[in-house]
Nanobody, 124 residues
Framework: QVQLVESGGGLVQAGGSLRLSCAASGRTFSSYAMGWFRQAPGKEREFVAA????????DYTNSVKGRFTISRDNAKNTVYLQMNSLKPEDTAVYYC?????????????????WGQGTQVTVSS
């Protein structure tokens, strides 16, 4: 069974940067799309970014376009989320997720495996 483990979260000042990593176990990582979601206190989990199985296609929610970059290294079974120009409203628990197929979009039902999450806190 695939397991996803996120890391890289922390406390950062507004305008700063963080790089999240999500390491996947198993040999089939490169066969699936991957995504990042986030959930702030009292809010529903929301889509942040997704990347196709070979990394040729990416998608972002509007609020992070131009600031966040999703990437993957299939040789390392790892997906990344580079977050620049962070804002207090980016504060949330960030989750990585495996898509059900080679491509996945913003819907939670498109993903079948989730990590435990990593906290990102942006201070003003």
């Amino acid at each position: 069974q695939v397991q996803l483990v996120e890391s890289g979260g922390g406390l950062v000042q507004a305008g700063g940067s963080l790089r999240l990593s999500c390491a996947a176990s198993g040999r089939t990582f490169s066969s699936y799309a991957m995504g990042w979601f986030r959930q702030a206190p009292g809010k529903e989990r929301e889509f942040v970014a997704a990347i196709s199985w070979r990394g040729g296609s990416t998608d972002y929610t509007n609020s992070v376009k131009g600031r966040f970059t999703i990437s993957r290294d299939n040789a390392k079974n790892t997906v990344y989320l580079q977050m620049n120009s962070l804002k207090p409203e980016d504060t949330a628990v960030y989750y990585c997720a495996r898509g059900r197929t080679v491509r996945a979009g913003p819907l939670i039902r498109e993903y079948d495996t989730w990590g435990q999450g990593t906290q990102v806190t942006v201070s003003s």
